[in-house]
C-alpha cells in the first residue's frame, strides 16, 4: 500500500554516511533524540546477517547460502524504555551485544558486498523508512537507499582517530584491542565497502561533508541539529 498524502508530508529522513568507526550511530543516535526523530542503524542489519551466518558456518564465498541466510533472517526494532537506541532483534532473539563481537566486525563486509543480501537488506529500510522521521545511518543511505533523503551527510574521521575510537569502545566492553590490528580491520574493511559493485561508499551528491576528526560527539551533533533544523524550516 502507498503512502497517504499526510504520510508522505511528515515523512523526513536524514541520511548519514561514512566510513567505519567515524562515530556515525553515536552521533545519529543522539541527534534522531534531540529532534524527535526515530533511529534506524542499517550496519546493524548486515551485522545481524553476518552473525548468523556464522552461527550456521556458512562459507562467506557461497553468494546462494548467504542471499538465503538474509532472505530467511527475520530482523526487528524494538524500542525499550531504559535504552537509548532500539534493541536488535534476529528470528525473535535479542543479539543487540552479539552483533558488535570484533568477529562480526571483521566478516560484515564480505556479506555486505552481496547484491542479493543487499537487495533483502534495502528493501527491509526501505519499509521501515517510509513512514515517519528518521535518521539512518550506513554506508549507502543518501546515495541508493533514500536518494531523496531531505538531509545527507558523510561523516568522516582520520583512520588514526576512526581506530582509537573503536579501540576504546572496546575497551570499556571489556575486549582487549591491538590499536595497530584495528587500523588494518578498518582499513580493510573501508577497501571492501568503498570498492565494491553494488552501492559503494561514497558521498552521496548533495550531501554536507563532516570531518570530525576534532571535533566532539556534542559538537557533531550540534552541527547536525543545525543542519536539520534550517532544512524543516525551509518550505
Ligand atoms: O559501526 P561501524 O562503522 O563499524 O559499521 P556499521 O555501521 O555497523 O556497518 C558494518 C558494515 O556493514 C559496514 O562495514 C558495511 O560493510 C556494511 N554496511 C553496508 O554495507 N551498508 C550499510 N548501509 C550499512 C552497513
New binding site residues.
Partial sequence: MGNTGSERANQFVVAIDG????G??TVAKLAASRLGFSYL????M??AVTYKALQQHLSFSDKSALASCAANSKIEFEDTVNCSAPRVKLDSHDVTDAIRDPEV?RN??EV??EPEV?SCMTSLQREIGSRGRWVV?????GTV?FPEAQVKIFLTASIEERAKR?FDELVSKGYSPVLEELISEIAK?DG??SNRKT?PLKQAENSYYLDTTSLTIDQVVDKIYGIVTVKKGQP
Fill in positions: 566510513p567505519a568507526g567515524a556515525k550511530s542503524d542499517t550496519g546493524a548486515y551485522r566486525s560484515v563486509s555486505a558486498s543487499r545511518d550506513g554506508r549507502d543511505i537507499v573503536r574493511r571492501i565497502d552501492a
